[in-house]
């Protein structure tokens, strides 16, 4: 009652300020080259959605910007001769923020006077023009306006095809049968740590993200084949760029929300001449704040988290442009075993456990023209990544032991630049260096069911990790863009990769051909040779070689290599009707596994907040990921938006034993279904109702059984090893249900939206872990999240 309480009383304020008439704001944006960036100066851009037509120029900085625009949803195309002109579809105006467009004409390959410009439709095309198989882009609007989405990246990524993320606690994401340390984090054109809060070593994924969608530009996601300038990553790439704030004007934004929390945004110039802007925003635990406020939160362990996001542009000079940017989050959560119930889903009811972590990034980066057509780009940057755990043992007794202390510190250092040419409207090429340095510090000390051999009727410490030092990881690339006529282009590219520590390299290929054979319709074949360090956790492993001496037996681990090779088909149907296919093979080899025969193999890890403790592993594994996808899409347009994908794939590996299992990420199938509808209402429509649904459902994972009667023997969970992955859970299926209100104010700049997300309507149990149980000495299943609602409010003036 409390929760309906304040939903009900937050919409009433919401939809307090409602007021008649007609409100209008500015759309403006720059135009550039997209191979070589330049500005275009002179193209024509048009509001198609308006009567009579308006429309404007580019400046000598490419800039436009048209003023008067009624808010609401408009299309506009940009043309300019000798360039292919691009339509941009259902550019959402509102009355509190201006609209900010930053969009990328194609050279004709054509002669001059041979060019007959075609429109097209420029929407999930990925912005950098080098990615042109099984990459699409994303921005805010879409990160929010899904249902189930929680205001998390990584949890839109799960609405694409090839993506599972069948798992409510976690936003791990699980691409095309990889682990999830297969993804490669990038802000600014620099690889990052895992941006998530609750963050441990080794991992890319978490319970709350620390990326503020807020900030979000429109970014790129890819998941197989990438180009040569990713590096040390096997499943998928998150190529994240911020934007850039107002330059003209100050704005602000205020929102409350569930997951992601209370935050507030500025923006605007940093100085008069209006040539540089900041935008910066701080969150913090909504459920904190609630849960101080005595508004029941659903857990026991209250999360604590906040995070600050910033980035600094300024003027271009003959220096070249600077911008400056960063992110910084904390978190910390306390399981107190005395407070939870044997179902929690991360907590046992014979412990205390204390986690927190840290995590930041602060990076420089400069883009300088340096001739015609080329540029110079270079990004430096520093981040951290902080995690430490306690555990207590509580006896029969309430006294308590602490068994197990975890502290990993990471501190990494980088500097990426490449060289960016446009020889011709033909060719293209991009040719650069990234070089990071990881210095760790890492201490792990566990005797949690270890033996007393000291006698002091406690049991003796172990060290697991220990480890204090650095290592370099350089990597070189070259990649090019050769377009032989408007339909055919090749795309080529070489990536190296080279660790210190243990002195491993290798030589990467890359290569893509795509074919436009209709002015709809286009075929593209992709192939890529990836190489992936180790994690670091698995690195820096102690075994207990003998009694007593412990020896990091996996540091001579060479990189986990895949061979990816994809096939796709893309069809227009209509303008606003998208069909996408690709068929996909990978195979893998050289995944760390036992040196004796075992069922064990690294392939499994990664979507846990620990990796396995194993030690003496060799790169002796493979695996295989084979799978065809489908994506049907209506854009948002007329109203509506629609959204099917479809995924069919099988995840194989084989350990030491040379069995063929099943990996821990073989769903089998994922299918996704969303859509939703917006209502104009009011006397001049410049409100919205909007309707939300989204229907995933997922094949169960396959898991490893629990041998109880072991287990009872030991007092722990034991797992029959012999049959790893042997059976499988129940399909994953959820129903989510969004209803949103938009409130334009007619005299001020103001706008107001808010939303409830029903998460979760039917209350489905979806099967979280099925494990053995200390309390009830039985294997219990435990569920992951039933109904939630989300909720989300927020101003912009």
Request: with cysteine; net charge negative; proline share 4%.
């Amino acid at each position: 009652m409390k929760n309906f309480h304040f939903l009900t009383l937050l919409f009433l304020f919401a939809c307090a300020p409602y007021s008649r008439g007609q409100a209008f704001q500015t759309i403006k944006g720059t135009v550039v080259d997209q191979q070589s960036e330049m500005p275009v100066i002179g193209a024509a851009v048009e509001l198609l959605s308006v009567e009579p037509l308006r429309g404007t120029m580019t400046d000598l900085d490419g800039r436009f910007s048209i003023a008067g625009v009624p808010v609401g949803r408009h299309n506009l195309r940009v043309s300019y001769l000798g360039y292919e002109s691009v339509t941009i579809p259902n550019v959402l105006v509102t009355a509190g923020k201006e609209t900010v467009l930053n969009i990328g004409l194609e050279e004709s390959v054509l002669e001059m006077n041979e060019v007959v410009v075609t429109g097209r439709v420029e929407k999930g095309k990925a912005n950098n023009e080098m990615a042109t198989i099984s990459a699409r882009s994303f921005n805010l609007e879409e990160v929010t306006r899904f249902s189930g989405g929680r205001n998390d990246v990584a949890r839109l990524a799960g609405n694409f095809a090839g993506v599972s993320t069948a798992d409510d606690s976690r936003n791990d994401i699980v691409i095309r049968g990889n682990s999830p340390t297969g993804v490669l984090w990038r802000l600014e054109g620099i690889p990052i740590p895992n941006p998530n809060h609750f963050a441990t070593l080794g991992t890319t994924g978490g319970p709350v993200s620390a990326l503020n969608p807020n900030l979000l530009a429109t970014s790129d996601f890819l998941t197989s084949a990438f180009p040569a300038e990713y590096g040390n990553a096997l499943a998928g790439v998150f190529d994240i760029g911020f934007r850039s704030g107002n330059r003209d004007n100050y704005e602000f934004t205020l929102q409350l929300a569930a997951f992601s929390g209370l935050e507030a945004m500025a923006e605007g110039p940093l100085s008069k001449n209006k040539n540089s802007s900041f935008l910066v925003s701080y969150r913090h635990s909504f459920v904190e704040l609630a849960d101080a406020a005595g508004i029941p939160v659903g857990t026991n362990a209250t999360p604590n988290y906040r995070d600050l996001s910033f980035k600094l542009d300024f003027a271009n000079g003959k220096a070249g442009k600077f911008s400056f940017f960063g992110i910084g989050a904390t978190s910390n959560i306390d399981f107190l075993g005395n407070e939870i119930d044997e179902t929690d889903l991360f907590a046992d009811p014979n412990e205390d456990a204390f986690v927190d972590s840290r995590f930041g990034v602060v990076g420089l980066r400069h883009n300088i023209i340096v001739g015609d057509n080329a540029y110079i780009r270079t990004v430096i940057s520093a981040s951290t990544a902080q995690s430490g755990f306690r555990q207590d043992n509580i006896a029969s007794d309430g006294g308590r032991l602490r068994v197990t202390e975890v502290d990993d510190v990471t501190n990494t250092y980088s500097l990426s630049s490449f060289f960016n040419k446009k020889y011709s409207a033909r060719f293209t090429l991009r040719t650069g260096l990234l070089a990071q340095y990881f210095n760790l510090n890492t201490k792990v000390d566990d005797r949690d069911n270890r033996p007393d051999l000291n006698g002091d009727g406690e049991p003796d410490w172990a060290t697991v990790r220990d480890f204090n030092g650095g290592m370099a990881l350089l990597q070189p690339f070259v990649q090019g863009q050769y377009r032989f006529s408007d339909q055919w282009s090749l795309h080529a590219g070489l990536h190296g990769q080279y660790l210190d520590f243990n002195e491993t390299s290798a030589l990467e290929p890359r290569l893509a051909v795509n074919w436009n054979f209709r002015p709809n319709q286009a075929l593209s074949l992709g192939y890529g040779l990836h190489h992936q360090m180790q994690p670091l956790p698995v690195f820096f492993f102690e075994q207990e070689v003998s009694p007593g001496v412990f020896e990091r037996t996996n540091q001579d681990l060479d990189f986990t290599r895949s061979h990816h090779f994809v096939l796709g088909y893309d069809w227009r149907l209509s303008q606003d009707w998208r069909a996408k296919a690709e068929v996909y093979y990978q195979d893998i080899s050289r995944a760390p596994v036992e040196s004796a025969s075992s069922s064990f193999s690294l392939l499994n890890a990664g979507a846990d907040f620990v990796f396995p403790e194993a030690g003496s592993l060799v790169n002796e594994g493979t695996g295989t990921n084979r799978g065809v996808e489908l994506t049907v899409e209506k854009f948002f347009s007329k109203g509506y938006y629609s959204l099917f994908t479809a995924s069919v794939f099988d995840s194989k590996y084989k350990g030491s034993d040379g069995v063929e299992r099943n990996t821990a990420f073989n769903n089998g199938y994922v299918v996704n279904l969303l859509a939703g509808k917006e209502f104009k209402v009011g006397k001049d429509k410049r409100n919205a109702l909007t309707f939300d649904l989204k229907a995933t459902n997922a094949g169960g994972r396959y898991y490893t059984p629990v041998d109880l009667e072991a287990s009872r023997l030991a007092g722990e969970e034991v797992l029959q090893d012999e049959l790893a992955f042997s059976e499988r859970y129940n399909p994953y299926f959820r129903l989510d249900m969004k209803f949103g209100f938009q409130l334009n104010s007619r005299r001020r700049r103001l706008s107001q939206q808010f939303f409830i997300d029903l998460q979760n309507i039917t209350n489905n149990e979806n099967i979280f872990q099925r494990r053995y149980n200390e309390v009830t000495n039985e294997v219990n299943d435990v569920y992951q999240s039933g109904f939630f609602p989300d909720i989300l409010y927020r101003v912009q003036f």
